[in-house]
């Protein structure tokens, strides 16, 4: 997960102002995961309809929005700490300041108390109304962060010419998360699940690749769940056969409805990527009980087994909550073991942070199976399990030393004279070539000639 994207770095170039015109400039700071990342995009989007161009710097822009996630307390002193790096853009050249995203819906009209230079808040399902929002603006100070109804809500639908020039796209085709994760505050502040319509998908990731994207991953915080007209592993089928769409990944996936016929895709359709993310949360059955995942260890391992059956050599990523409430040391020992067993290729590890509305944070304290870890306990989990990783992940790498694999570029690398891209497993891969030899969107064939600790490097082969 991202802490900031801006999308004013140039990752969306702005088309050229018409002559004469004065255009405005818009400053985005994303937080959070994808979902994010993709509204992010489609406010710039809609903004350059409302002649504003994206800017990297806040202190050129008329416009700072903060979309913003409220996953883990952590994510939410970072957006406090943002805002008041920004107000002295407003106090010195009048920038207008709009919380969207995670933290505003959670919040709402308190943020406009808690910070009085927040000019408007607004909840995910009004991103498609940004620019008729900063009307508004102008004449008050306002939190609009109502559900939509599910059968009126409209996905804001991306804009292609926006993603020319690069080699891969996210395409939101849900919204929202029927589950009841204890720990989980997503459903409160995304609401009920939509599918998007299969149509509609489809058609965006053609539009994406008539102008040159040729990966697509498909977001939802369940597409396990997606029914827009088929099922998800149908809806992966119509993407993989469009013409140009050489690559297709998604994310995220729960455990628990993780269908046979999904397992099956990943055998039968060559173009969806041998990369799976499958959050397990805890290796430990009573915590995953406490969690309200709907799943055992046992089951996990058993649908891992039918991935790796159906692709061998699939790279599989998940999360840890580490110090959930009444995790004992030996619950933790089963989350370790659970990782050395599944030599999982990454995982993303937390902390449990109690959040507003959840399930567990209720019952916090209440009982002895709900007793708080205290802080510097899960730390020291944490470490060990991430240290545990850093050694798997980096054995994982090494074994690709002086394999011939395949890299989708996607843009120029750090060091002059240098690209990089992916491989299909999602390993980052650092490439000793020029633009001329791998350009953005090409599928170059790369040698491995070192692996680092998250990444590889390698040079045409
Ligand atoms: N929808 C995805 C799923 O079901 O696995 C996860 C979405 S959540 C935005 C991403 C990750 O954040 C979760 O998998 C979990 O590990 C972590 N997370 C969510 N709530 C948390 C909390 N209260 N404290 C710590 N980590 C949390
Ligand atoms: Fe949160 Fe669970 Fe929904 Fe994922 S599936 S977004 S963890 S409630
Ligand atoms: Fe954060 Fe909201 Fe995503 S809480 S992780 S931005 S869905």
Redo the contacts with the bound molecule.
Sequence with gaps: ?SDLVSLGRGTTAAPAAPRGAARRKVFVHTFG?QMNDADSQRMVELLRRSDYAPTAHPEDADLILLNTCA??EKAEQKLLSALGRYREHKARRGAVIAVGGCVAQAEKERLLTRVPYVDFVFGPDHVAELPALLERAGRERFAETGWMDPEEYLFPRADAEAARGRATAFVTVMKG?D?V?S????PHTRGREVSRPADEVVAECAALAAVGVREVTLIG??VNSYRGGCDFAGLLRRVAALPGIARVRFT?S?PHDLSGALVEAFAAEPGLMPHFHL?V?SGSDPVLARMRRDYTVEEYRERLDRLRQARPGIAVTT???VGFPGETEEDFERSLRLLEEARFDNS?S??????PH?G?ARRLGSAPEWREVPREVAVARLERLQAAQRRISAEGLAAQLGRVVEVLVEGPGEEPGSRVGRTPWNHLVHLAAGEAEAPAGARVRVRVTRAGGSSLSGEPA
């Design positions: 997960m995961c996953v883990r998360c589950n994760c720990f989980c505050i997503v915080q369940n995220t729960h959050p949360q999360d840890f909550i993303f937390f902390v449990y942070s109690p959040r959840t567990a």
